[in-house]
């Protein structure tokens, strides 16, 4: 898992690259395994855990490593109900400042999500009778706040993609593009994996994008988006002009990057735009428009445990200035 500031915006890509999610732990375990099995056979199990909940390649190692590394200062053969909050103080401790190793804020905030995901799953599914790690305080790092268009910006960009549109040798990637993930806060690599099959076009005053994973893991983040009146007339301009067999983009994700710069460069943008700025921006923006909270995190597709991270930064991002 990514323990970098932009968790919410994973620098894995899904389906056709890989995704940083950590799914909300759900109450299952083999039937074996009990408060006097070992810290090895509970590891083990949270493996399949991991699997069966649709944890991203790069969590499932990041938490094998981070509890490896716990068993390197406990005891691997150690039973797990003999494990309280006080041992876990202790490693992180010894992991801080008595190791001799180098632990950044960043990595020492991966590890401790660590131990609350593992012994929060061993509470929720009775295996042991609490949580020793539930007390634990989270120490989250000091980090800036994501770069976000401002509302001048937005316009500039829309205006100038509009005019794209209309120009003599008509372009319609720029608009469509820029207008899909500011309206549904995509990821990167959501937005390359968009077949023509993933658009609704039903009712063409109210388009609907539907967010599909090919890998049955992460089925979870799947979701059904709105999309604004324009988009119509604009996609079926592009369909025209670029004539995709299957996906919408039919390109490199680095492609769709230079489309952006290319656009923030005529809008008289400075600085260029990004993906990831167009996702915090649309989140600000359906935030200050007054859409609930978990509302939000859905629409965005993101866990319990990473909007924790997410929603203040956004609402430090919404409020008004002092």
Known sequence: MSDEQLIFFENGQPGRGTASEITRPVASAPVDLNANS?????????????????????????FQADLRLFTKYTAANQAIKSIG???????????????????????????LTTLKVFFGWLAESEVL????????????????????????????????????????????????????????GIKKGECMEIKQEHIDLS?????????????????????????????????????????????????????????????AALAGVEGGVSFEQLRWTCAVREYRNGMPADQLRQKLGLSHITWRETLPKIQKLARPAL
């Open 38 to 62: 070992s810290l090895a056979a509970a590891i083990t199990a949270f493996h399949g855990h991991m699997i069966r909940q649709g944890f991203s390649d790069n969590t499932i190692k990041a």
């Open 85 to 111: 909050q006080s041992d876990l103080e202790q490693f992180l401790v010894w992991m801080k400042s008595d190791r001799g190793v180098p632990c950044s804020p960043k990595s020492y905030a991966r590890r």
């Open 129 to 184: 009778p609490t949580d020793p790690a539930a007390p634990l305080a989270h120490e989250h790092p000091t980090t800036p706040l994501p770069q976000i268009l401002y509302d001048d910006q937005v316009s500039a960009l829309l205006r100038t993609a509009r005019d794209l549109l209309w120009a003599s040798k008509p372009d319609s990637r720029p608009y469509l593009l820029v207008s899909l993930v500011l309206q549904t």
């Open 203 to 263: 009712n063409p005053q109210a388009p609907v994008l539907y967010v599909r994973y090919s890998d049955p893991r992460r089925t979870l983040k799947e979701r059904k988006l709105a999309l604004g009146p324009n988009f119509a007339p604009a996609y079926r301009q592009y369909l025209r002009e670029y004539e995709p067999k299957s996906y919408l983009f039919e390109c490199t994700p680095r492609n769709l990057e230079y489309v952006l710069e290319d656009l």
